[in-house]
């Protein structure tokens, strides 16, 4: 009986390092209500803000220049994406809100043509049209998830969250911002007591801004589940562009176009 049971039983799919192959369950990404504005504001804010030091410095001007200039561009630019992000924030939810009461009337005034519609877009999507109205038929004796599945199914908008709050969304992108654009700026605050040389201050702030780099970049990969070395290698390669061509810019205005302080 036990060998019968035996031949019978089902087979498992090979183990693979230890896991279950294929089976094995994605990982999910990092949740949080402002991670994502927190993480690209950042990663915004060090490539603005070392781009600009390197421009700078390319144009062999002070110390003090760099503080005074990098905290002013710092605080309009982190002003600026705060209110961005406000006024996207709010017009998408004002969109979501707009759109769902023009669905609504649809599907209050235009029942039938708006059935059609849907079950039509199911049958695109792969469904037959037997299934197809029996999911329609089962969704109309509820209203709102109707409307809710029609603005997902055909204009690809979730309805409108009225718990998010745009202000706080344009607040955290604000800080973040401040928070870690001050990355490349530290390091000139830092090496006072040690050192005049702009030169090395200007490698400091290098080594800093690769870094927060780094760090943001294994961030960006937690939230959106990738690969961390290769996330953060991307990020650091866009910070080398940004900041490799400010430097060169600043460097043939200095040099070549003949600017001098």
């Known amino acids: ?16 390092n230890g896991e279950m192959g294929k089976n ?13 504005s927190i993480v690209y504001a950042g990663l915004d804010a060090i490539v603005t803000s070392f781009s600009l030091i390197s421009s700078i410095s390319a144009g062999h001007l002070s110390s003090v220049d760099v503080l005074v200039l990098g905290f002013a561009n710092l605080v ?11 006024v996207s924030s709010s017009t998408e939810r004002d969109v979501a809100a707009k759109e769902r009461l023009v669905t609504e009337w649809d599907v209050e005034n235009h029942r039938r043509i708006q059935h059609q519609e849907l079950v039509q877009r199911y049958q695109e999507l792969g469904m037959n ?5 029996t999911v329609v038929g089962v969704f109309a004796k509820y ?7 029609k603005l997902a199914a055909e204009k690809g908008m979730l309805p409108p969250d009225q718990t998010e709050k745009p202000w706080k969304n344009g607040l955290v992108t604000f800080a973040a911002f401040l928070v870690f654009g001050c990355a490349p700026i530290l390091a000139f605050i830092i090496l006072i007591p040690f050192t005049n ?38 990020t650091l390669f866009n910070g080398a562009i940004a900041g490799t061509a400010a430097y060169a810019i600043g460097w043939t205005l200095r040099n070549v176009a003949g600017l001098e302080e």
Request: net charge negative; aromatic share 6%.
């Open 1 to 16: 009986m036990a060998d019968s049971d035996q031949n019978n039983a089902p087979l498992l799919p090979p183990l693979i």
């Open 24 to 36: 094995e369950r994605p990982k999910e990404p990092w949740k949080g209500e402002f991670v994502k």
């Open 76 to 86: 309009a630019d982190g002003i600026s994406m705060g209110f961005g992000d406000f």
């Open 129 to 133: 049209a037997s299934d197809a109205a």
């Open 143 to 149: 209203p709102d998830i109707l409307v809710d599945e």
């Open 197 to 234: 040389s702009d030169k090395i201050k200007f490698i400091g702030a290098c080594v800093l801004s690769a870094l927060a780099l780094a760090l943001l970049g294994i961030a960006k990969a937690k939230v959106a589940g990738q690969n961390y070395a290769i996330s953060a290698s991307i």
